[in-house]
């Protein structure tokens, strides 16, 4: 009985060899599946890295509208007077003094 092996041994020797075919299986399998989430998630980070760089885009868009809007703007606005310190003139029509008569001065007599 040196070369065979007995039924029973036989029997575990193969039952060891699928056990080892099924782990390699198993190990296989993983790694394939791994791979693939590695995968979808290049495929996600590639897509918002995208998403990303759109958006830069877009509001870099936005921006150098922005800016063109304000020089627009500060080219269309009127020059300002150099007077800042000085009281403007009221063109309004209404008086300045304080009485109800209608006239400039400061008394009731309704003389001006």
């Known amino acids: 009985m040196g070369g065979k092996l007995g039924p029973a041994k036989r029997q575990a020797l193969d039952m060891q060899n699928e056990l080892k075919a099924f782990e390699a299986t198993i190990t296989i399998e993983s790694l394939k599946e ?18 990303q760089q759109n958006l830069q885009r ?3 868009k936005r921006l150098e509208r922005l800016k063109l809007l304000r020089q627009h703007r500060r080219r269309d606005r009127p020059p ?5 310190d000085q009281p403007m003139h009221d063109d ?6 304080n009485d109800d008569n209608g006239d400039d001065d400061n008394d009731d007599n309704g003389d001006d």
């Open 92 to 97: 309004s029509g209404d008086d300045d003094d």
């Open 80 to 84: 300002e007077d150099d007077n800042h």
């Open 58 to 60: 877009d509001l870099v």
């Open 34 to 51: 791994e791979a693939i989430r590695h995968d979808i998630d290049d495929a996600r980070f590639a897509d918002d890295f995208e998403s």
